[in-house]
C-alpha cells in the first residue's frame, strides 16, 4: 500500500529544546519526499526535500532531516526550537509504479509541534 | 509572481449545491493536485492532472470531479454537496520530468462548510 505515516500526533517540547518529528514511508513511496509547515490559517510551506544525493538535508529555519533508505524514514529535527516553531508539519512523498515516478504526491497526517516557553 | 490561486477563499453551502473552486497557476507546472484537509487526517488526495486533458483519481476521489482544460487551470467541482465535504481544500502544483522534480506549490485554501 502506498503510505506515508508520520509516527506522532502531537509533540509538545520546551523552547531551546530539541525536537524530532518521525516521518515512514511505505516501499512504493519513491525517495522523492518533502517536509512541509502549516501555520495557523495558512497554506503549506516547503521546509526540505530530499530528492537524491547526501542523506543528510538541511532546510529553511534551521530544521534538517536525515533519509534513511534501510529504515525507510525521513526524521525531521530542529536542534534548538523557538515559540515561533509551534505549527502542523506534514511529511510527503512521491509514489512510485511500475514505469516510475508518477508524480502523484501523498501526505502523512500530520504532526502537530507545541513549543512551550 | 501570484503561484497559485484559489478561488473563493470561503464559501457555504447547502445540502444538495453544486459549485466550482478555481485553481490557477503561472509557472507552467504539469502537474496539479487537489487535497482537502480534515481535522487529525492529515491532507488526502482528491484527484491530480499529469497534464492538460489527463486527470486520475486520487484517495478521496467520491462526490467530486474535475477537469483540466488548459495548462494553467484545474478546477475542482462538487455536484450535490453533502456535509461530509464540509472541509479545507487545497490545490497545489508541480513541475516533474525525468531527472527533474520540484516540490509542490500550494494555494492559500477553500473554507468550505456545507450545512
Known amino acids: 500500500a502506498q503510505s506515508v505515516t508520520q509516527l506522532d500526533s502531537q509533540v509538545p517540547v520546551f523552547e531551546e529544546a530539541p525536537v524530532e518529528l518521525r516521518c515512514n514511508y511505505s516501499?512504493?513511496?519513491?525517495?522523492?519526499l518533502f517536509w512541509y509547515v502549516q501555520y495557523p490559517n495558512q497554506g503549506l510551506q516547503l521546509l526540505l526535500k530530499?530528492?537524491?544525493?547526501?542523506?543528510l538535508v538541511k532546510g529553511i529555519n534551521g530544521f534538517e532531516a536525515e533519509f534513511n533508505k534501510s529504515q525507510t524514514s525521513f526524521h525531521l529535527r530542529k536542534p534548538s526550537v523557538h515559540i515561533s516553531d509551534t505549527a502542523e508539519y506534514f511529511c510527503?512523498?512521491?509514489?512510485?509504479?511500475?514505469?516510475?515516478?508518477?508524480?502523484?504526491?501523498?501526505f502523512g497526517q500530520g504532526t502537530t509541534l507545541q513549543v512551550k516557553p | 509572481n501570484a503561484g497559485v490561486t484559489q478561488t473563493p477563499k470561503f464559501r457555504i453551502l447547502k445540502i444538495g449545491q453544486s459549485m466550482t473552486l478555481q485553481c490557477t497557476q503561472d509557472?507552467?507546472?504539469?502537474?496539479m493536485y487537489w487535497y482537502r484537509q480534515d481535522p487529525g487526517m492529515g491532507l488526502k488526495l482528491i484527484y491530480y492532472?499529469?497534464?492538460?486533458?489527463?486527470?486520475d483519481k486520487g484517495e478521496v476521489p467520491n462526490g467530486y470531479n474535475v477537469s483540466r482544460s488548459t495548462t494553467e487551470d484545474f478546477p475542482l467541482r462538487l455536484e450535490l454537496a453533502a456535509p461530509s465535504q464540509t472541509s479545507v481544500y487545497f490545490c497545489?502544483?508541480?513541475?516533474?520530468?525525468?531527472?527533474?522534480?520540484?516540490?509542490?506549490?500550494f494555494g492559500q485554501g477553500t473554507r468550505l462548510t456545507v450545512v
Open positions: 510527503a512523498g512521491k509514489v512510485l509504479s511500475d514505469s516510475g515516478n508518477t508524480g502523484k504526491l501523498i
Open positions: 492532472s499529469v497534464g492538460a486533458g489527463i486527470t
Open positions: 509557472m507552467n507546472h504539469n502537474y
Open positions: 530530499y530528492l537524491s544525493g547526501s542523506t
Open positions: 516501499s512504493s513511496v519513491s525517495v522523492y
Open positions: 497545489a502544483s508541480s513541475h516533474t520530468r525525468t531527472g527533474l522534480n520540484t516540490e509542490a506549490f
